[in-house]
């Protein structure tokens, strides 16, 4: 078991450093073949849950209010709203705290989520997928395309901030069909969507390609990271912590965070670890997340200067108020890019 960590408060007057809390809940009603989550189907009640978090936040007292919450899973929104409520009363968090829940369509009635809302969370995101109940199916998804919809009017009615997550280049999908599945998307109203795409063996590497093209010229929300969309102001404050290195408490069975320099970790019994990360590290970490967003990465002492000029040559990356932007092109390839960039 780590000695506890402190995460650090500033002075009187000083502008607060964000912090984020990541809850990890892991238990299912069904496992999708697909996911490398950490989650299971043994139902564990809450009350196990609660006292596995309670432990978990005893190692990290409080040093400064917490900027966003954010419980992933798993489905999170197997738990009851009152449990929710339990696990936020004795948290310190700051007046325009972010809230977020991830809500399977199957797991949440509008009377569960009117809950969640009165228990504080104010952005959902829902696991929706595909609005094709076929390849809702063959995903081994537990919910049909009209749960989904359903689903998403209810949490627009009720949170401030709603988020759908959906995959594309499935086995047998055609670009064509994601294209019309996207202006469905877009028709939607959602003002926050994650796009992730199937590993590229499904299609190979050109047709990967091909449907990311697709999906960046067919999808209405402006990009800000790799795969997330968003309208102005909508963007997930939790998520741009940790692509923009900030520091985050992770609790529940193997979640990890960031505090400054210390890296922590949970194991499936609750027992945490920290060890510490060397600067440069870090700073490689910072570079490898800013990449992968429209913020871009410091371009730094750890760049190779010489490939940056021929990827900004090549169309690949630029630099914008001295920070590397990678373009779409650059997005493509953006582990290689990352690799041949970083020092
Ligand atoms: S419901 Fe979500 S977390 Fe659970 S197995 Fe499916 S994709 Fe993974």
């Known amino acids: 078991m780590a000695k506890s960590i402190r995460p650090k408060s500033h ?16 238990q299912c009603a069904k496992r999708c073949w697909y996911c490398d989550f950490h989650s299971g189907t043994d139902r564990r009640g809450d009350g196990y849950w609660l006292e596995f978090y309670r432990k978990g936040l005893e190692m990290f007292p409080p040093g400064r209010p917490l900027s966003s919450v954010y419980f992933g899973g798993g489905t999170p929104s197997l738990m009851r709203p009152e449990t929710i409520a339990e696990i936020l009363k004795p948290l310190n968090l700051a007046g325009n ?11 949440a009635s509008k009377a569960k989520m009117r809950g969640f809302a009165a228990a504080g969370v104010n952005r959902v995101s829902i696991g929706v997928q ?6 809702l199916l063959a995903l081994g998804r537990i919910h049909t395309a009209r749960q989904a919809r359903t689903a998403l009017d209810n949490a627009m009615q009720l949170f401030p901030r709603v988020s759908a997550d959906f995959i594309y280049a499935l086995e047998g999908q055609a670009i064509a069909q994601w294209e019309k599945q996207l202006a469905h998307i877009n028709s939607l109203g959602l003002s926050h969507v994650s796009l992730y ?5 499904q299609h190979g590497e050109d047709a990967a390609a091909g449907f990311f093209l697709a999906t960046q010229d067919g999808i209405s929300l402006p990009r800000y990271e790799v795969s997330n969309h968003a309208a102005p102001g909508h963007e997930s404050r939790h998520n741009l ?18 505090i400054g320099l210390i890296a922590t ?8 670890t920290q060890e510490e990360i060397a600067p440069d590290d870090r700073l490689r970490e910072k570079i490898l997340m800013g990449l992968r967003t429209e913020y871009g ?20 990356a630029r630099i914008r108020g001295g920070r590397i932007v990678l373009t779409t092109h650059g997005l493509l390839v953006c582990d290689a890019v990352a690799a041949a960039l970083i020092l």
């Open 130 to 135: 595909s609005l094709d109940n076929a390849q």
């Open 97 to 107: 705290c972010e809230i977020t829940l991830e809500l399977n369509p199957a797991t």
């Open 265 to 272: 970790y949970c194991d499936l019994e609750g027992n945490y």
């Open 11 to 26: 002075g009187k007057g000083r502008t607060l450093e964000q912090l984020g809390l990541y809850i990890h809940y892991p």
């Open 241 to 258: 912590l940790y692509w923009q290195g900030g520091d985050f408490i992770g609790i529940g069975p193997s979640a990890h965070g960031r």
């Open 297 to 316: 990465a410091e371009n730094c002492r750890l760049i190779n200067q010489t490939r940056l000029d021929d990827m900004v040559s090549a169309g690949l």
């Open 197 to 201: 795409q199937m590993t590229p063996q």
